[in-house]
């Protein structure tokens, strides 16, 4: 059924953090790899450390939130090199810990990332994939998935609008030789909490994560979750009364507002 050792590999947001991470971690020789994100320059540099591992890797620069502009590039892509996985992976990240209500632009802007952004690119290899009965799709939330954080109201909804689309998704696509898996990992020390002031626990490196995130692709998680302490931890606090869980939070905020993470 699932692919667990890829050959051909699609991932977006591959120009920077784990989706840089993962595409070092699948490059191996015979192995093809498609880079897309935004900054055609990182894209470049990542695809010369893939390169250098042996693998043949492939640039798009497109924007996620494009839904015609990286249908054309997937279905090019995947006509050349018929794909066996693909990370839906780019997002970006909107924290306002200064008790500010995050700009409604930025707010618009993460959905379409964030979310919109991920079926623009499951969407097109689901057709794809049914029909060849085999292959492979990723989905990266987080634990925000699991709990409101209390500074990202858009980010939070939009990991768990990602979190039930690829469970359900999941679910139907089984019957058709295609897995699904959605990540949800904590804090892993990439440029989109660089500027976090507050505690990280149990944060962990991109290369970690990406090991981590192959790991459970390779035994078909339905949940790659990590830590996994953390994690259920996570899952404990989003169960809670909203007063309690306010309460506790209550008690982290401080800092002043910082922007869109782009
Ligand atoms: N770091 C964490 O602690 C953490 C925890 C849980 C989940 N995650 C999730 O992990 C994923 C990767 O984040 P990261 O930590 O690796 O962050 P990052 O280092 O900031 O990387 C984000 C990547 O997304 C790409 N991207 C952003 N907007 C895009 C767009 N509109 N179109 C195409 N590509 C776009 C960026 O590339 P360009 O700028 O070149 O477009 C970049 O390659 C995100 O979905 C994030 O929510 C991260």
Same mark, same amino acid.
């Given at each position: ?8 590999? !699609? ?6 953090? #784990?989706? =840089? ?11 093809? #790899?498609?880079? !897309? ?12 450390? %893939? ?7 492939? &640039? $798009? ?17 995947? =006509? ?32 379409? +990332?964030?979310?919109? $952004? ?53 679910? !139907? ?8 898996? @959605? @990540? %949800? %990992?904590?804090? @892993?020390? &990439?440029?989109? #909490?660089?500027? +976090? ?26 949940? #790659? ?9 996570? =899952? ?7 007063? !309690? ?14 922007? +869109?993470?782009?």
């Amino acid at each position: 059924m699932e692919e667990r050792n890829p050959r051909t590999v !699609v991932i977006t947001g591959a120009s920077s953090g #784990i989706g =840089r991470s993962l595409a070092l971690e699948y490059s191996a020789p015979g192995v093809v #790899i498609g880079l !897309v994100g935004r900054d055609g320059r990182r894209l470049d540099q990542v695809a010369t450390a %893939c390169r250098a591992r042996g693998a043949d890797a492939v &640039t $798009g620069v497109v924007d996620v939130s494009d839904r015609a502009g990286l249908d054309a590039w997937l279905r090019e892509f995947d =006509r050349r090199h018929p794909v066996d996985l693909v990370v839906a992976n780019a997002g970006v990240l909107v924290r306002m810990p200064g008790g500010e209500v995050e700009p409604a632009d930025d707010a618009y802007r993460l959905m379409q +990332i964030n979310v919109l $952004g991920v079926l623009n690119t499951a969407q097109p290899m689901i057709a794809r994939m049914k029909e060849r009965g085999r292959g492979q799709l990723a989905l990266i939330a987080s634990v925000a998935a699991f709990t409101p954080l209390p500074h990202s109201p858009s980010y939070s909804a939009s990991k768990a609008a990602v979190l039930n689309y690829g469970l359900s998704l999941r679910a !139907v696509l089984a019957h058709h030789g295609v897995g699904v898996s @959605v @990540v %949800c %990992c904590g804090f @892993v020390e &990439t440029p989109m #909490i660089a500027d +976090i002031k507050d505690p990280k626990p149990f944060n962990m490196t991109a290369e970690k994560a990406a090991l981590r995130i192959r790991r459970g692709l390779e035994q078909d998680r339905a949940v #790659i979750m990590f830590p996994l302490f953390f994690a259920l931890m996570s =899952r404990l606090d989003g169960l809670l009364p909203d007063r !309690v869980r306010r309460f506790f939070y209550a008690h982290s905020q401080r800092g002043k507002a910082s922007a +869109i993470n782009r």
